[in-house]
Nanobody
Framework: QVQLVESGGGLVQPGGSLRLSCVASGSIFSISVVGWYRQNPRKERELVAVISDDGRTNYAASVKDRFTISRDNAKNTVYLQMNSLKPEDTAVYYC?????????????WGQGTQVTVSS
């Protein structure tokens, strides 16, 4: 079982920045695809950014050029640097770790951290 603990959410004004962190337990982090998703009450959960085990990244069009995902395998941690935040970025942000190992797949989620962008 892998546990994911997110931190770094909060209230920020439009145009501001936040950095989310997600620390994973266990030994599978370095071989996993790791991502950030978000959900607000009016929409389904959506992909924000994902980074593969070899460092390739992919972003939602709405956050490209504003958000940056990175990972530190030595610390079992993934980060999401969010700049130029907009009110529509307001959501609960979830960390996700997924992959395949020993003939099976795994898919773990964190508890979420609230990001509110408001003046």
């Amino acid at each position: 079982q892998v546990q994911l603990v997110e931190s770094g959410g909060g209230l920020v004004q439009p145009g501001g920045s936040l950095r989310l962190s997600c620390v994973a337990s266990g030994s599978i982090f370095s071989i996993s695809v790791v991502g950030w998703y978000r959900q607000n009450p009016r929409k389904e959960r959506e992909l924000v950014a994902v980074i593969s085990d070899d460092g390739r990244t992919n972003y939602a069009a709405s956050v490209k050029d504003r958000f940056t995902i990175s990972r530190d395998n030595a610390k079992n941690t993934v980060y999401l640097q969010m700049n130029s935040l907009k009110p529509e970025d307001t959501a609960v942000y979830y960390c996700n770790v997924k992959g395949a190992r020993l003939g099976g797949t795994y898919d773990y989620w964190g508890q979420g951290t609230q990001v509110t962008v408001s003046s």
